[in-house]
């Protein structure tokens, strides 16, 4: 089984509608991001959580939310969707006593907001 | 100016060519250089790293690190078809939280 999952792995959704993207792990780390990917662009961090209590803002924020629901959980939604969050969207979880902190990354969910 | 900069190629190469793929950094507080590779349809998984300067060798693979110049790279030797991915580097430094920071990943095809 995988150690990273998520859910679901593609959508299509339209302008304005909420939607929740959901990432499970079995890999007992506590640090847990969503990043998305964009051609020409990369990857960008889009929120990160050091532990259950910990949320952080990564570089483009605006228009999505967290939630981490227990160590293993950690769901990413978009309020109110618009065509431009369309992309490749992927969670991560990294063991920061294990330099370099290498980040694990589920297989992604491919969003389409029409 | 971005933090990390990296051509995105598309590079396309004759199986058994030596392959380069570059990145060039900005901050010079960077510690740890990582290569990841995504095939298509899947998440980036870790390839390499080295810690500072100097190179680092695994099998066909090369990575290599010039802090003076801010210039990390990865070599392919004998390349292969399953060698055809995107190929991202990344950088990260203790004092920034050790979250990485990726370049915008490099589309290599190795023909046959």
């Known amino acids: 089984d995988a150690d990273v999952t998520q859910t679901p792995r593609n959508r299509i959704t339209k302008t304005g509608k909420r939607i929740m993207l959901e990432c499970s792990q079995t890999k007992g780390h506590d640090r847990m991001y969503w990043y998305r990917q964009d051609p020409g662009l990369g990857l960008r961090l889009i929120y990160y959580?050091?532990?259950?209590?910990?949320?952080n803002k990564g570089e483009i924020s605006d228009g999505y939310s967290v939630s981490r629901q227990a160590q293993a959980k950690f769901s990413l939604s978009l309020e109110s969707a618009i065509p431009n969050q369309t992309a490749l969207y992927f969670c991560a979880t990294s063991d920061p006593t294990r330099p370099p902190e290498t980040q694990y990354f589920g297989p992604g969910t491919r969003l389409l907001v029409l | 100016q971005k933090e990390v900069e990296q051509d995105p190629g598309p590079l396309s190469v004759p199986e058994g060519a030596i392959v380069s793929l570059n990145c060039t950094y900005s901050?010079?507080?960077?510690?740890?250089f990582m290569w990841y590779r995504q095939y298509s349809r899947k998440g980036p998984e870790l390839l390499m790293y080295t810690y500072s300067s100097g190179n680092k060798e695994d099998g066909r693979f090369t990575a290599q690190v010039d802090k003076s110049s801010k210039y990390i790279s990865l070599f392919i030797r004998d390349s292969q078809p399953s060698d055809s991915a995107t190929y991202l580097c990344a950088i990260s430094y203790t004092g920034g939280g050790n979250k990485l920071t990726f370049g915008t990943g490099t589309q290599l095809k190795v023909e046959l």
């Open positions: 959580s050091f532990d259950v209590k910990d949320i």
């Open positions: 901050n010079s507080a960077f510690q740890y």
